[in-house]
């Protein structure tokens, strides 16, 4: 089955670390950029970072750079987001995203995970 | 960064109902344009890419237009399962941005 399947969420103090994964199956993962997005509770979409089908580019926010760094590992078939510094209003939920093309441009989003809750709070 | 405008901000439409949201880009984005729909406590799905490229399995009744700056999405006749927000987002850029979402509601 074609699928991305997250974890690593939860609660976590302010200026604290927490490691997203995304499990991915049922396609060649080594042949896709991936990205991460997320929706704070209530609110829109907001895409975080991407990296490309190979790793060698990525690409974040402007509120996240410096503070998150997203991989990737092909013998796993899984993508990463560690992120350092958390603050509020970095409270959402996050998913995985699968882009259409390797490149990180001009593709779209056509599969995503069913998100896992960061939740940032003292 | 590209900034994306969806309107109107919501909709009440009823069963049946012909539906257009727009979506207008800060700056030319050519047809680097794609629409989602999600569902509550759902994962959004893409419905249509590259303006107006219907995603395999997605009802006809979708439709996309526009390019350059200006973008529609039109539901040709509402059904009950198409209550949900629906997002614009551009690909031109490397920096991608969704518009704030426009939420279909029952009338």
């Known amino acids: 089955e074609v699928q991305l399947l997250e974890s690593g969420g939860g609660l976590v103090q302010p200026g604290g670390s927490l490691r997203l994964s995304c499990a991915a199956s049922?396609?060649?993962?080594?042949?896709?950029?991936m990205s991460w997005v997320r929706q704070a509770p209530g609110k829109g979409l907001e895409w975080v970072s991407a990296?490309?089908?190979?790793?060698?580019?990525?690409y974040y926010v402007d509120s996240v750079k410096g503070r998150f760094t997203i991989s990737r590992d092909s013998f796993k078939n899984t993508l990463y987001l560690q992120m350092n510094s958390l603050r509020a209003e970095d409270t959402a939920v996050y998913y995985c995203?699968?882009?259409?093309?390797?490149?990180?441009?001009?593709?779209?989003?056509?599969?995503w995970g069913r998100g896992t809750l960061v939740t940032v709070s003292s | 960064d590209i900034q994306m405008t969806q309107s109107p901000s919501s909709l009440s439409a009823s069963v049946g109902d012909r539906v257009t949201i727009t979506c207008r880009a800060s700056?030319?984005?050519?047809?680097?344009l794609n629409w989602y729909q999600q569902k509550p406590g759902k994962a959004p799905k893409l419905l249509i890419y590259?303006?107006?490229i219907l995603q395999s399995g997605v009802p006809s009744r979708f439709s996309g237009s526009g390019s350059g700056t200006d973008f529609t999405l039109t539901i040709s006749s509402l059904q009950p399962e198409d209550f949900a927000t629906y997002y614009c987002?551009?690909?031109?850029?490397?920096?991608?941005?969704f518009g704030q979402g426009t939420p279909v509601e029952i009338k």
């Open positions: 049922g396609f060649t993962f080594s042949s896709y950029a």
């Open positions: 700056q030319g984005i050519s047809t680097y």
């Open positions: 987002q551009q690909s031109y850029s490397t920096l991608w941005t």
């Open positions: 590259a303006a107006s």
């Open positions: 990296i490309s089908d190979g790793g060698g580019s990525t």
């Open positions: 995203a699968k882009d259409s093309y390797r490149a990180v441009a001009g593709g779209y989003f056509d599969l």
